[in-house]
């Protein structure tokens, strides 16, 4: 067995970054940036207010006081979206709203609430600098900034400034397809006949849904009975993706036919086997310069593994500069017992109680126990050599679920 680090160096050595395409800017969300982008333009393109309020000469108001206030004449309204075509003479001021630009003469915005109109003039009551609330022109971006790197994730921010720049088409790193099958006698589809002794193949759908939730496309091969001629043929059709995964048939058992099948079709193993659990009988190598992974059969163990080894190769794959799942510290509510020489990965929830993070043991930890999967919102990471962890002290956690433990303070 290998260490989960000697694993990942093993995996992310032999991975790199898909090519590109060129997509409209909202379907870019969630994306990586493969392009440097430029602005075209300032931003923003003119000196414009950044209140509602009036376009004032500052000279005209600097005697200006709560005992003695200046009042000037107001000669015009200036919505967003025009300009005033007039320079601006002494003694007057334009009602100006939020974005609209700055009249010429004018060189400082007084807010309405700190005015008082009355019969066509208005009353100020202090004096005000040159500037105030002015945005200028570039204040934001200056024509030729960048303003997205490659490698950068496209978040609604940089939605907004792609179309601010004028970009409604970026270039994004591609998004592999990834091909799934599942191994076994007893699998039967979602819908499938369940009599005897079949179960469901959730594998096909736990593998596909984290897939998804890298943001990759998934490609489901289906299921494979236990004849090895049988596995070969979906592996091959898999082939055809930018990644194979196989779920179940890695194992030591008699009908364990997959890690042989994958080296009759030109498999070069690089690893069998991590010490971890649950997810210990982990395959990787690669096909054709294709990253291959045999994942375990007990649903708990396959996801776990995906998480660990699978996640990170597709979004380095998706041009990703972050690959790995948040790890915070945490209090653990319960005493944790394990055997040395694998590390753990222990189903828990996490929540923020008085100023600091604390973790529950989601319940029984068997691999094939999917619900503590469905409570769980982190792991609690065990270290290989540690045989107990009591209550009340601090654990490594990786965080499975942002938007839950977003509520939290995360």
Known sequence: MISVEEALDQILSRIGPLGFEKISIL???????????????????FDNSGMDGYAVRSEDVREASSNRPVQLEVVG???????????????????????????????????????????????IFEAVA????IRRA?????????????????????????ASVGRSFVSVYQRPLVAILCTGEELVDVDGDLEGVKIVSSNSYTLAAQVMD?????????????????????????????????SAGVSVGDYDFVKD????????????????????????????????????????????????????????????????????????????????????????????ENNRYVASVTGPQGSAILKSMVKANGLVIIPEDQEMVRAGERVKVQLLDIVRSNSFGV
């Not at 379907?27 to 393109?45: F, H, K, N, Q, W």
């Not at 040159?130 to 609330?133: E, I, L």
């Not at 200056?142 to 950068?152: A, C, F, L, M, N």
């Open 77 to 123: 309204d200036l919505p967003a979206g025009f300009r005033w075509e007039k320079r601006l003479e002494k003694g007057k001021v334009v009602r100006i709203m939020t974005g609209a630009p700055i009249p010429e003469g004018a060189d400082t915005v007084v807010p309405l609430e700190d005015t008082r109109e009355k019969d066509g003039f208005i009353s």
């Open 214 to 246: 890298c943001g990759a496309v998934p490609i489901q091969l289906g299921i494979a009975r236990d004849r090895k001629e049988e596995i070969k043929e979906k592996l091959l059709q898999g082939l055809r993706a930018d990644m194979l995964i196989s």
């Open 138 to 162: 570039g204040e934001d971006v200056k024509r030729g900034d960048p303003v997205i790197s490659t490698g950068e994730l496209i978040r609604p921010a940089e939605v907004g400034m792609l």
């Open 261 to 352: 099948a994958l080296i009759d079709l030109g498999m070069g193993m690089v690893f069998w086997k991590v010490a971890i659990k649950p997810g210990k009988p982990v395959v990787f190598g690669t096909i054709q310069g294709k990253p291959v992974f045999g994942l375990p059969g007990n649903p708990v163990s396959s996801m776990v593994s995906f998480e660990q080894f699978v996640r990170p190769a597709i979004l380095k794959m998706m041009g990703h500069r972050q690959v790995f799942r948040p790890v915070i510290e945490a209090i653990l509510k319960e005493d944790v017992r394990k055997k040395p020489g694998r590390r753990h990965f222990i189903r828990a929830f996490v929540s923020f």
């Open 27 to 45: 379907e870019a969300l969630g994306r990586v940036c493969a392009e440097i982008v430029l602005a075209s333009r300032d931003i923003p393109a």
């Open 130 to 133: 040159p500037g105030h609330y």
